[in-house]
């Protein structure tokens, strides 16, 4: 089994920095892709961007494109999610998911971490 723990969220001004980091645990060489999702109040789950855990083929959700870069340490059994100039809307809930195939749709991961807090304020 994988367990995957997020980490790295917090409260954060408009305009400014965080990375989140994903720690996965467990049986890791069966991870294909990961990837990072975010939900806000009242609204779906959101495709961020994702990786294979070789690190290839990283790609963008058109929203944080330019933004967002994502990462990970194979040593260190970590994804990661820097996230430049923060907007009020990137308010949500961050999740690191783990899957068998590289995709944007949340039904391609299997395995998903608690979430973590990102608040921007205005």
């Known amino acids: 089994q994988v367990q995957l723990v997020e980490s790295g969220g917090g409260l954060v001004q408009a305009g400014g920095s965080l990375r989140l980091s994903c720690e996965a645990s467990g049986r890791t060489f069966r991870m294909y892709a990961m990837g990072w999702f975010r939900q806000a109040p009242g609204k779906e789950r959101e495709f961020l961007a994702a990786?294979?855990?070789?690190?290839?083929?990283?790609y963008y959700a058109d929203s944080v494109k330019g933004r967002f870069t994502i990462s990970r340490d194979i040593a260190k059994n970590t994804l990661y999610l820097q996230m430049n100039s923060l907007k009020p809307e990137d308010t949500a809930v961050y999740y690191c998911a783990a899957g068998g195939s590289l995709s944007s749709s949340d039904r391609g991961y299997g395995l998903w971490g608690q979430g973590t807090q990102v608040t921007v304020s205005s």
């Open positions: 990786i294979t855990w070789t690190g290839g083929r990283p």
